[in-house]
């Protein structure tokens, strides 16, 4: 089991930039990606960013050229800068590892942020 914490949340006004982490204890040497995920106020949640353990990163068409995932280590296995806030970025995100491609794996408790003048 992997439990993840996120971090870094809050309050940015429009243009802003804020970087959530997501650090990882237990079975860490387990986790094949890291996905970030959000869910806006009344929507569906939303694919934002996944990093592979290799590296490999792949991002929503929507943050493509404003966010960046990267990762530290094992225990800091994803974090996500995020430039150039728009208001439609406003939602609770959340970090999700997996063992392997597809696997629904273990999530943390979210972070929210707000985009707001």
């Known amino acids: 089991q992997v439990q993840l914490v996120e971090s870094g949340g809050g309050l940015v006004q429009p243009g802003g930039s804020l970087r959530l982490s997501c650090a990882a204890s237990g079975s860490i040497l387990s986790i094949y990606a890291v996905n970030w995920y959000r869910q806006a106020p009344g929507k569906q949640r939303e694919s934002v960013a996944t990093?592979?353990?290799?590296?490999?990163?792949n991002y929503a068409d929507s943050v493509k050229g404003r966010f960046t995932i990267t990762r530290d280590n094992a225990k800091n296995p994803g974090y996500l800068q995020m430039n150039s806030l728009k208001r439609e970025a406003t939602a609770v995100y959340y970090c999700?590892?997996?063992?392997?491609?597809?696997?629904?794996?273990?999530w943390g408790q979210g972070t929210r942020v707000t985009v707001s003048s």
């Open positions: 999700n590892a997996v063992p392997f491609a597809g696997a629904d794996g273990s």
């Open positions: 990093i592979t353990s290799g590296g490999s990163t």
